[in-house]
């Protein structure tokens, strides 16, 4: 079946330092791939999505690029901000199926 | 603001006693989600109503049932709580199962067992 792979967390960055996390798929066909974040005390919010390869979803100065020859997502920030402090879930989606999850990934940004 | 609401926050029950999660949505859509997430895991769908139409993932435990009795709210029972039960869980809503990839989530329900 379908699944995603994270690194595990936590990362932790200073503030304005550069932000990767790598996130890699197994799946069937031609799925779709996001980026949802979750806030303190918050549910999750779709962050960036991409439709096919070589797509490139952005939002919020976050981006990642749906890279079929090597089945990744990486999310990529040039600058993290402390309100950037979140847990990070990669996910996809085929057609026909429900959304599939990696594990997530804690960010702490410190001042 | 339309938003999906989760109550209680946090909800201390005791080892078999019977509890139920509630979650209201305020965006008029068709599917609601119940998913367990338990600590540095991927949340785990259990179910989902389209509408009223209820489908159950195959490894969902017996213990875990869930009723809609109309659009706005969705309720997940859990009959015979046990230790591993304890969880966050978490209500999603999406248009329809064809958007099934944009979801919009409560806060969740933080549940302990004792």
């Known amino acids: 079946g379908d699944s995603v792979t994270q690194m595990e967390g936590p990362v932790t960055l200073s503030e304005e330092a550069f932000l990767t996390i790598n996130c890699t798929y197994t799946?069937?066909?031609?799925?779709?791939l996001f980026w949802y974040v979750q806030y303190p005390g918050e549910g999750l919010q779709l962050l960036l999505k991409a439709t096919k390869a070589d797509d490139k979803g952005s939002n919020k100065g976050f981006e990642a690029t749906y890279r079929k020859e090597t089945t990744s997502f990486h999310l990529e920030k040039g600058s993290v901000q402390v309100s950037d402090s979140a847990v990070y879930f990669c996910a996809l989606y085929n057609a026909g199926n429900m959304l599939t999850f990696g594990g997530g990934t804690r960010l702490m940004v410190k001042p | 603001d339309a938003m999906v609401i989760q109550n209680p926050r946090y909800q201390v029950t005791q080892f078999g006693k019977p509890v139920t999660l509630s979650c209201s949505q305020t965006l008029n859509h068709n599917v609601m989600y119940w998913y367990q997430q338990k600590s540095s895991q991927a949340p785990k769908l259990l179910f989902h109503y389209y509408d009223k139409d209820f489908n159950n993932e195959a490894d969902t435990p017996d213990n875990f049932q869930s009723r809609r009795p109309n659009t706005s709210f969705c309720f997940l029972d859990i009959r015979s709580p046990g230790l591993g039960d304890a969880a966050m869980y978490l209500c999603?809503?999406?248009?329809?199962?064809?958007?099934?990839?944009?979801?919009?989530f409560g806060p969740g329900t933080r549940l302990t067992v004792t």
């Open positions: 999603a809503t999406s248009r329809d199962t064809a958007t099934s990839y944009e979801q919009y």
């Open positions: 799946a069937t066909g031609y799925p779709s």
